[in-house]
C-alpha cells in the first residue's frame, strides 16, 4: 500500500511573530479595502513561502530566514524623548541645506518636517494620511513598480504604515533637496515605511534618504520607495545607511525611468549590522542616460548586500553601474547585479563594474556581476575585482615620508572616490567624502 506522507513547513520563530504582528496590526493599519485586500495578499504570499533562504537564488548570500533570528514588534508612535532626538537626525550632509522630512520609528513628525512654503509644482503628504484620504497619486500608482514576488516587499505591503508620498508637477524644479530623514529611537522595534515619489516630465529634483539610529539598538527597517521619472525629467536619487551594528536593514528602491531622463542614484552603505539593498530598475523611454553607484564601508561582522536589476526596455539608453566596497574585519559584502536588454532595446550602451577592497585576511567579498541580452545592436559589459591594497602604491607614498596608516587612508578614499564623484551636488560630495574620512580615523 503506498502512502502519501504530508509535508509540513517549519515556520521559524521570527516567521510566526510576522504573522502574529499581522494579525493583531492589519485592522488598525492606514487605508480602505482595496488597500486592505492589497496587505491581505501580500501577507499571503509571505505566509505560502516564508522569508527567503538560500536556495532562492536571488537571496543566496544574505539567508535572511537564518539571519533573522527575531521579528521586532511593530513600532509605536514616538514618544516625546523620541521626537526630541531626532531633531539632530541626517546630520551627515553636513551644511547641505535641503527640506527635510523627518520619520521616526517610521512615523512621519509634522514638527520636525520643513513643509511649510512648498515650491510651486511640489506637494507633499504623509503615506498614513494618504492611505485614509485615497489620495489619487497613491491610487494611480501605489505597486506599480516594487516586484510584488519578492518577499522583501511583499512584507513591505503588507505592514507598511507611513513614508512620503511627494509629486512634482511637469516642468517643476526644487531647489533644495528633498531629504527623507528616518531616524529609528532606542526602542527594539520593526518598522515598514513605503514611499511614493512622482516626478512629471521635465520636472527636475535631487532625493535623499538618510537612515540612521542609536548605536546599541537592535530595531529592525523594511524600507521600499516606488520611483517614477517622467520623459525629460532629471532626478538624482541618494541613499545613506548609517546605523547601529545590531541592526537589521532591507530597503527596495523601484523606479520607472521615462524618455530623455537623465537619472542617477547612490547608495552608501557605512552601518547596519545585516544589510539588504535592493534597487530594481525600469528604462521604459527612449534616449535616457543614467548613472547607479554606490560604496560600502564595512568591518567587524557587518554584512551588507546590494542587489541590483536594470531592466533596458527601450532603444539608445545608457546606463554605468558602479560599486566599490571597502571590506575590514570579518565583514562579509555582497553584489549581485544584473542587466537585462530587451528584444526592442536596441542601441543599448551599458557597463558594469563593481570592486572590492579587501583590508583583511578574513573579510569576504562575493561578486556576480550578469548579462542578460536579447537584442544584437548593443554595447555591453561587466565586470568584478577583489583585493588587497596595492603594496606598491603605497610602496610609494611611503617612500615620500607618508605614514603608514594615512598611506592607506588616502589609497582607500582614492578608492571610493570613482565612486562618490558621480554625485552632481558638491556639498553632498563633501559630506561624504568626510564621512569616509570619518571611518577611516574610528579605523585607527
Request: charged share 25%; proline share 3%.
Amino acid at each position: 500500500m503506498n502512502a502519501t506522507a504530508e509535508v509540513k513547513v517549519i515556520k521559524t520563530a521570527a516567521e510566526t511573530a510576522l504573522a502574529e504582528a499581522f494579525a493583531h496590526a492589519h485592522e488598525r493599519l492606514p487605508g480602505g479595502v482595496e488597500i486592505a485586500e492589497r496587505r491581505a495578499a501580500a501577507f499571503g504570499l509571505f505566509t505560502e513561502r516564508g522569508l527567503p533562504h538560500r536556495r532562492v537564488e536571488d537571496w543566496k548570500y544574505t539567508d535572511l530566514r537564518a539571519l533573522m533570528r527575531e521579528a521586532k514588534p511593530l513600532a509605536s508612535a514616538p514618544d516625546a524623548a523620541a521626537k526630541a532626538r531626532a531633531k539632530t537626525a541626517g546630520a551627515v550632509l553636513g551644511d547641505v541645506e535641503s527640506r527635510r522630512l523627518v520619520f521616526v520609528d517610521g512615523a512621519f513628525v509634522a514638527e520636525l518636517s520643513d513643509t511649510a512654503a512648498l515650491e510651486d509644482g511640489l506637494a507633499v503628504a504623509s503615506l498614513a494620511d494618504a492611505l485614509i484620504e485615497n489620495d489619487p497619486t497613491l491610487t494611480a500608482h501605489l505597486g506599480r513598480l516594487a516586484p510584488a514576488a519578492d518577499i522583501a516587499v511583499a512584507l513591505n505591503t503588507a505592514l507598511m504604515g507611513d513614508g512620503a508620498v511627494i509629486r512634482i508637477d511637469a516642468g517643476a524644479t526644487v531647489e533644495r533637496p528633498l531629504h527623507l530623514v528616518f531616524v529609528a529611537s532606542e526602542k527594539p522595534a520593526a518598522s515598514f515605511v513605503r514611499s511614493l515619489v512622482v516626478v512629471e516630465a521635465g520636472a527636475r529634483v535631487m532625493l535623499v534618504e538618510s537612515h540612521e539610529g542609536p548605536a546599541g539598538s537592535d530595531y529592525q527597517v523594511n524600507a521600499a520607495l516606488e520611483l517614477f521619472v517622467g520623459d525629460d525629467a532629471h532626478v538624482d536619487h541618494v541613499k545613506l545607511i548609517d546605523e547601529g551594528f545590531d541592526v537589521l536593514h532591507v530597503s527596495t528602491l523601484a523606479a520607472a525611468i521615462g524618455a530623455r531622463a537623465r537619472f542617477n542614484s547612490f547608495t552608501f552603505i557605512a552601518g547596519g549590522g545585516i544589510v539588504r539593498n535592493q534597487l530594481f530598475l525600469n528604462f521604459d523611454g527612449e534616449d535616457t542616460v543614467a548613472g547607479v553607484r554606490g560604496a560600502s564601508l564595512l568591518k567587524g561582522r557587518q554584512h551588507a548586500d546590494t542587489t541590483l536589476v536594470v531592466n533596458h526596455a527601450a532603444r539608445g539608453c545608457q546606463s554605468r553601474e558602479l560599486f566599490k566596497a571597502v571590506l575590514d574585519d570579518e565583514a562579509h559584502g555582497v553584489f549581485q547585479g544584473r542587466i537585462v536588454v530587451r528584444p526592442h532595446a536596441q542601441q543599448t550602451d551599458a557597463k558594469m563594474m563593481t570592486r572590492a577592497l579587501l583590508l583583511s585576511d578574513r573579510a569576504e567579498a562575493d561578486n556576480k556581476p550578469e548579462l542578460e541580452i536579447f537584442a544584437d545592436n548593443v554595447q555591453c559589459g561587466h565586470g568584478a575585482t577583489a583585493g588587497a591594497i596595492d603594496e606598491e602604491l603605497k610602496f610609494y607614498l611611503l617612500a615620500r615620508g607618508i605614514p603608514p596608516a594615512e598611506a592607506e587612508a588616502l589609497l582607500i578614499q582614492a578608492f571610493l572616490g570613482e565612486a562618490v564623484e558621480g554625485i552632481e551636488h558638491a556639498g553632498l560630495r563633501e559630506a561624504l567624502m568626510e564621512r569616509i574620512a570619518t571611518w577611516l580615523r574610528e579605523r585607527t
